[in-house]
């Protein structure tokens, strides 16, 4: 089936450590984005890739750092830097006009 | 930074009857307004979406109507059923930063049997 997949779906990180999300997709998107969502906040753009190798800065951008060396992937480093990085991040691609979204992946900072 | 305002952030609608959710946006890099659903836990899904060349557009029991001079659009749910409980986004694509779809906060809306 065609589609997005996040993983891992849960995650657990103790303060001062980097985590890595990861984010698939072969629907053959040129285009894809990270968002993070908080209660009451709804979704915010972190980063986002028009194309392979390139990426640009959303507007909470400080604190992660992403990669585009494939197509198919789009993965999302959160750093140390990042001062509340409790939050569910959303993953997605474009087709035109819309948005496809993965299931997402719940991070928690012990 | 492009805004979007989305009213109202909660909504408790008895069954069967109307849920309505609205939008107002600054600036659009495209005319193309979609609606998100969203469940508890998972991903948003596109749930209707308009092309201002219309003023309305409807799917079912969703509607959207659209006010271009305004810069507003909404989302009606007719006959509203408890499987509709959920959050509900509206969103603007921006060239603010490069091309990217803007959400409101969004509007959790319960149906009540």
């Known amino acids: 089936d065609g589609g997005i997949t996040q993983s891992p779906k849960y995650l657990f990180r103790k303060e001062g450590q980097n985590v890595t999300l990861s984010c698939e997709q072969n629907l053959n998107h040129d285009a894809m984005y990270w968002y993070r969502q908080d209660p009451g906040q709804g979704l915010r753009l972190i980063y986002y890739?028009?194309?392979?190798?390139?990426?640009q800065k959303g507007d909470i951008a400080e604190g992660y750092s992403v990669s585009r060396e494939k197509k198919e992937s789009f993965p999302l480093t959160v750093t140390s830097a990042q001062k509340n990085p409790t939050a569910f991040y959303l993953c997605?691609?474009?087709?035109?006009?819309?948005?496809?979204f993965g299931e997402g992946s719940r991070l928690t900072v012990l | 930074q492009q805004q979007v305002k989305q009213s109202p952030q909660s909504l408790i609608v008895q069954k069967g009857g109307i849920s309505i959710i609205n939008c107002a946006y600054e600036n659009t890099a495209f005319d193309y307004f979609p609606w998100y659903q969203q469940f508890p836990g998972k991903g948003p899904a596109l749930l209707i979406a308009?092309?201002?060349?219309?003023s309305e557009k409807k799917e079912g029991r969703f509607t959207i109507s659209f006010n271009k001079s305004a810069k507003q659009f909404s989302l009606h749910i007719m006959d509203s059923q408890p499987g509709d409980s959920a959050t509900y986004f509206c969103?603007?694509?921006?060239?603010?930063?490069?091309?990217?779809?803007?959400f409101g906060k969004g509007t959790t809306l319960s149906v009540s049997s």
């Open positions: 997605a691609s474009k087709a035109t006009g819309e948005l496809f």
């Open positions: 308009i092309r201002p060349d219309v």
């Open positions: 890739s028009q194309i392979v190798n390139d990426f």
């Open positions: 969103a603007v694509w921006t060239l603010q930063a490069g091309t990217a779809l803007i």
